[in-house]
């Protein structure tokens, strides 16, 4: 049996692959033998003397199909977990993903002119605070927030309106107070 190994090591280099990826003619090993160059490697791959094995296909076709059944939850029974409820999905891992969807909401409705600057900084802290477990819950109280904010006005307003119309009144009171008692002083003096 001829020895091999340098045509192997200059063919992997010219085909660009591993060595283990080469294939030699067992019927031509005398021809491919007497190759000692790069250049007659060359001509021996164009006469196909010498060929670059195809890659070994490791298919994924099961593994994908075990995916698409846990993403439904099969697989994933009391049977089938290892490590503790926190290892596989840490608290803070959720406390995380919960903590960026409510900065997020915060900040688009802060940017969309929803919240004011004000209101954003109290919910912040209220978030970080644990007050809100979902995105739900911290829309519903911002609605509530707003609701109230916008009663208070009208009330504010309101009032503002009747101690106004009071004023006015009471100006009009002293006005025909003061023109009754001229009006009485100028009868008394004729």
């Not at 994908?64 to 994933?76: C, D, E, F, N, T």
């Not at 909401?105 to 004000?118: M, P, V, W």
């Not at 509530?144 to 503002?160: D, P, T």
Request: proline share 2%.
């Amino acid at each position: 049996m001829v020895n091999l190994k340098s045509q192997k090591r200059l063919a992997a280099a010219v085909l660009g692959c591993g060595k283990r990826k080469i294939w030699i003619d067992p019927n031509e090993i005398s021809e491919i033998s007497n190759a000692n160059s790069r250049q007659n490697i060359r001509r021996l791959i164009k006469d196909g003397l010498i060929i670059r094995k195809p890659p070994v296909i490791h298919s994924r076709f099961r593994v994908r199909l075990l995916h698409a059944s846990k993403s439904k939850g099969r697989h994933m029974g009391p049977g089938k977990r290892k490590g503790t409820a926190n290892a596989r999905c840490s608290s803070k891992f959720q406390w995380q993903c919960r903590l960026r969807v409510l900065r997020r909401l915060l900040r688009r409705y802060r940017d969309d002119g929803k919240i004011d600057k004000c209101l954003y900084h109290t919910l912040y802290a209220k978030a970080k605070g644990n007050q809100f477990k979902h995105k739900r819950a911290l829309v519903e109280y911002i609605h509530r927030e707003k609701a109230e904010a916008a009663r208070s006005n009208l009330i504010q307003q309101q009032m503002e309106a009747r101690r106004a119309k009071a004023k006015a009144a009471r100006e009009r009171r002293t006005l025909r107070i003061i023109e009754k008692r001229n009006e009485f002083l100028k009868a008394d003096e004729k």
